[in-house]
């Protein structure tokens, strides 16, 4: 552990060197606010429907005048529909009883309604059996199948309080209240388009997302290493840190300052998020969020354990230490440089087995190579390409997150160890042309 000592000096320097530049900052909120903005947008719109599911979104009939002729009692209408889990369907529904007149009677007073948007209902006993029927006004802007289903609701009412009447147990009321569900199933068959859509396209963009922060940050890590190993100023930090320390304080500084900045912006979306979700029962009273009908059905088509937040927690810990993985490798690469001009060169032989990886993942999942998938899960290469995505949406279970993790961390500290030894072996080849063979010949001697 001597190896290391002095690290957390390097750590608390070099993060304060990159989070606190004006452009760091910049980019952060800016960014941070453009996401929050279009997070929005975008479940505001999704949540908007369009003009014919909007006239279904909510009960057209406004006001119901209810005449009972078979001697069935009050009924809380308004109260009872309030309970129903459509209540927001029948916000604009109002119910008033009435007594002592005709049903052509009944018929006049809901046309005289100025809303135009009324009706009467009857419920009558005829052979002993109760009938619920709907009268609409040939003057009123409803139609036959909005009285229907007034009557519907009525009926379902009638219903309810008899049994509530009967004398029986709350719970016997409860079994004879529940409905008979039948679903037909093509047992074999395939899944949703959405599902496959999902699970192709979260791979893709998280793949590409995933590559540009690589990108961006470990240019960053490779640079400033080079610079040093390419300046005097590498013999004056060996004489008083050891590469251990040395490499492991950079590059953690860097990861921790790019996960505070990617921290940052996911709960910019989130935020972004539950505000558009505000904002669109308001604007859309009674309509489903589309975020959590997305959710829900991931857990129905793709695995239970999507978004739950064991897998949330675990698939951004993974994406840290498969973001730790690849900037230790750069930080190697940046190790390997002899000469400045030999720089981006490196770089650039980093960036492959990024490239690689993702298309791996990606034409794994796309080809449908569960096989391919199951190596892949465990190389540390692509783990960070395809782990994250899967617990979010299910695919892979807790388990296998955490091996996947695990196997990140152990390869990490490993490259760690050996871009230090290349470090330092490499100070007796400074201005020479690097090649595999010196850099081999570094590793095999102590």
Same mark, same amino acid.
């Given at each position: 552990?001597?190896?290391?000592?002095?690290?957390?000096?390097?750590?608390?320097?070099?993060?304060?060197?990159?989070?606190?530049?004006?452009?760091?900052?910049?980019?952060?909120?800016?960014?941070?606010?453009?996401?929050?903005?279009?997070? &929005?947008?975008?479940?505001? #719109?999704?949540?908007?429907?369009?003009?014919?599911?909007?006239?279904?979104?909510?009960?057209?009939?406004?006001?119901?005048?209810?005449?009972?002729?078979?001697?069935?009692?009050?009924?809380?209408?308004?109260?009872?529909?309030?309970?129903?889990?459509?209540?927001?369907?029948?916000?604009?529904?109002?119910?008033?009883?009435?007594?002592?007149?005709?049903?052509?009677?009944?018929?006049?007073?809901?046309?005289?309604?100025?809303?135009?948007?009324?009706?009467?209902?009857?419920?009558?006993?005829?052979? %002993?059996?109760?009938?619920?029927?709907?009268?609409?006004?040939?003057?009123?802007?409803?139609?036959?199948?909005?009285?229907?289903?007034?009557?519907?609701?009525?009926?379902?009412?009638?219903?309810?309080?008899?049994?509530?009447?009967?004398? #029986?147990?709350?719970?016997?009321?409860?079994?004879?209240?529940?409905?008979?569900?039948?679903?037909?199933?093509?047992?074999?068959?395939?899944?949703?388009? #959405?599902?496959?859509?999902?699970?192709?396209?979260?791979?893709?963009?998280?793949?590409?997302?995933?590559?540009?922060?690589?990108?961006?940050?470990?240019?960053?890590?490779?640079?400033?290493?080079?610079?040093?190993?390419?300046?005097?100023?590498?013999?004056?930090?060996?004489?008083?840190?050891?590469?251990?320390?040395?490499?492991?304080?950079?590059?953690?500084?860097?990861?921790?300052?790019?996960?505070?900045?990617?921290?940052?912006?996911?709960?910019?979306?989130?935020?972004?998020?539950?505000? %558009?979700?505000?904002?669109?029962?308001?604007?859309?009273?009674?309509?489903?969020?589309?975020?959590?009908?997305?959710?829900?059905?991931?857990?129905?088509?793709?695995?239970?354990?999507?978004?739950?937040?064991?897998?949330?927690?675990?698939?951004?810990?993974?994406?840290?230490?498969?973001?730790?993985?690849?900037?230790? #490798?750069?930080?190697?690469?940046?190790?390997?440089?002899?000469?400045?001009?030999?720089?981006?060169?490196?770089?650039?032989?980093?960036?492959?087995?990024?490239?690689?990886?993702?298309?791996?993942?990606?034409?794994?999942?796309?080809?449908?190579?569960?096989?391919?998938?199951?190596?892949?899960?465990?190389?540390?290469?692509?783990?960070?390409?395809?782990?994250?995505?899967?617990?979010?949406?299910?695919?892979?279970?807790? &388990?296998?997150?955490?091996?996947?993790?695990?196997?990140?961390?152990?390869?990490?500290?490993?490259?760690?160890?050996?871009?230090?030894?290349?470090?330092?072996?490499?100070?007796?080849?400074?201005?020479?042309?690097?090649?595999?063979?010196?850099?081999?010949?570094?590793?095999?001697?102590?």
């Amino acid at each position: 552990m001597n190896k290391f000592r002095g690290w957390k000096t390097v750590f608390s320097f070099t993060l304060k060197q990159h989070m606190g530049t004006k452009s760091y900052k910049a980019v952060t909120v800016i960014a941070g606010v453009i996401v929050f903005a279009i997070a &929005v947008l975008l479940t505001v #719109l999704a949540a908007k429907p369009d003009k014919e599911e909007e006239k279904a979104s909510f009960c057209k009939v406004q006001k119901v005048y209810v005449l009972d002729l078979a001697g069935i009692g009050e009924i809380p209408y308004t109260e009872w529909t309030a309970e129903l889990s459509e209540a927001a369907y029948y916000r604009g529904l109002a119910f008033e009883s009435v007594s002592g007149i005709s049903e052509e009677e009944l018929q006049a007073m809901a046309a005289k309604e100025e809303s135009s948007m009324a009706l009467g209902v009857v419920i009558a006993l005829e052979d %002993g059996v109760i009938q619920v029927r709907a009268l609409v006004p040939s003057t009123s802007s409803l139609e036959l199948n909005d009285g229907q289903e007034i009557a519907a609701l009525v009926a379902g009412f009638v219903e309810t309080k008899r049994l509530n009447e009967s004398g #029986l147990s709350s719970y016997q009321i409860a079994q004879i209240a529940k409905q008979v569900s039948v679903n037909i199933l093509d047992a074999g068959g395939e899944n949703s388009v #959405l599902a496959y859509l999902i699970q192709y396209l979260a791979p893709l963009i998280f793949g590409l997302v995933l590559y540009f922060l690589l990108l961006l940050y470990g240019q960053s890590i490779s640079q400033e290493v080079s610079t040093e190993k390419t300046s005097k100023l590498m013999e004056t930090l060996l004489t008083s840190l050891h590469p251990y320390a040395l490499l492991t304080g950079k590059v953690f500084a860097i990861v921790t300052s790019a996960i505070a900045q990617f921290l940052i912006w996911v709960v910019c979306i989130a935020a972004g998020l539950f505000a %558009g979700i505000q904002t669109s029962r308001m604007l859309f009273p009674g309509v489903e969020s589309s975020i959590s009908m997305m959710v829900g059905f991931l857990r129905d088509n793709v695995g239970e354990s999507a978004f739950s937040p064991v897998a949330v927690v675990l698939a951004f810990v993974t994406f840290a230490c498969g973001f730790l993985f690849y900037c230790v #490798l750069s930080g190697m690469a940046g190790s390997m440089v002899t000469r400045p001009e030999e720089a981006s060169s490196v770089q650039s032989v980093f960036t492959l087995p990024i490239v690689i990886s993702w298309l791996v993942c990606y034409m794994g999942v796309l080809l449908e190579k569960e096989n391919v998938m199951v190596i892949a899960r465990n190389i540390p290469f692509t783990i960070p390409f395809c782990i994250p995505v899967e617990l979010l949406t299910g695919t892979v279970g807790i &388990v296998q997150g955490i091996i996947s993790t695990v196997i990140l961390l152990v390869f990490s500290l490993l490259f760690i160890m050996l871009s230090a030894r290349i470090y330092r072996g490499l100070v007796l080849y400074n201005g020479q042309k690097m090649s595999f063979k010196m850099i081999a010949s570094v590793i095999r001697n102590k």
